[in-house]
C-alpha cells in the first residue's frame, strides 16, 4: 500500500511538473518566436541546476529569451555586457567606506552577479582574470571579497553568450572552463514565416510581454522532481559509452580517431543523465528512456570536444563528430 500511495503521490508531481513547465513555455512563447529547441535546452539547464553557454549571431534574441525567461519566473535578472576593460570588481561588487556612528567601517556593495539569473553577454570579450570571476561564481555560488565569503541568490543559472564571427579582440574560454557549463546551445536564425511573425508582433504600439508563471517555490519543487527521477544502470551504461566514444582510442569511431584530441569530461555524462531526467519528466515518465538522452548529445558534447589541429584546419563541425559517435553507439535498445 505504501509503494502504491508512493507512486501516486509521484505521477501527481510529475503531473504538476508538466503543467508549471508548459506555464512557463506559453508565457516565453507571447515574446519569442520559434526557437522551440533553444527554449527547451535553457529551461532544462535551469532544472538541472547548471549553467548554458548561447553562441549565436548578434539579433537573434539572446538577451530578450533570457530577460523573458526572469519575467516567466518571477526571479531576478541582471545583464553584464562584457568588455575587455571590465574588472572583476565590477561584477562581484566591493567594499566601500560608509561613515556612521562617528566611525567608518567598509560595507560590501554586491554586484550584478547577485541575481537569479544572470546574462553574460560576449563573456569571451572580457580578459581571463574577469572571466574567472563569473565562473567561480557558477562554480560555488559564492563570491569572496577581502576574504569574506557572499551567498549567492538561489537559485542561480548564468547564460552566457559568445558571437561566433567577430573573433577579433576575444579571449576564448579555456576548455577547462568552457566545460563547466551544463550545455552549449546555438541559436539558428530565424525561417521566414518566423520572421513575418517577429515583424507583427514587434512593429505596432503593443510590445508583448511575459507575465510570471511560476515562483522560486514551485521551480525548487521541479529541480527536486527532476532529481528524483529513475535512471537504470543500462541508460547509464549507454551514456558512458556515449561519453567514452568521443575519446581517440581505438575503439573509437574513425571520425573521432582522426578530429579529436581529447574527449569529453565525466561531466558530460552528469549533463546528459540530468537533461534526460527533465525530458523524461516533459514526457510523463518517472524513469529515463534510451529515446531521451540522443537530443540532448550535441548540446552535452559539442563545446567539450578538443579537435586535433587537422580538425580545425579542416573546419570539422564538432556536431558533425557528435553525429558520427551517436550512429557508432547505436540508439542503445541493441544493448
Known sequence: ????????????????????????????RRVIVGHDDVVEQVLTCLLCGGHGLIEGVPGLGKTLLVRTLADALELSFSRIQFTPDLMPADITGTNIVVDGDGARRFDFQPGPIFANIVLADEINRATPKTQSAVLEAMQERTVTVARTTHELPAPFLVLATQNPLEMEGTYPLPEAQVDRFLLKILIRPSSAEQLVEIMDRTTGADMPTASAAIDGARLEQMRQCVRAVHAAGHVKEYIARLVGATHPTDAAPERVRQYVRYG??????????????????????????????????????????????????????PDEVVSAVLAAVGSGLEA
Open 1 to 28: 500500500m505504501a509503494e502504491h500511495a508512493d507512486t501516486e503521490t509521484f505521477e501527481r508531481r510529475i503531473k504538476t511538473f508538466c503543467e508549471s513547465w508548459d506555464a512557463v513555455v506559453a508565457q516565453i
Open 264 to 317: 569529453a569530461s565525466p561531466r558530460a555524462a552528469q549533463a546528459l543523465l540530468l537533461a534526460g531526467k527533465v525530458r523524461a519528466l516533459r514526457c510523463g515518465r518517472a524513469h529515463v528512456a534510451f529515446e531521451d538522452i540522443a537530443p540532448f548529445a550535441a548540446p552535452a558534447l559539442r563545446h567539450r570536444l578538443i579537435l586535433s589541429f587537422e580538425g580545425q584546419a579542416d573546419g570539422i563541425d
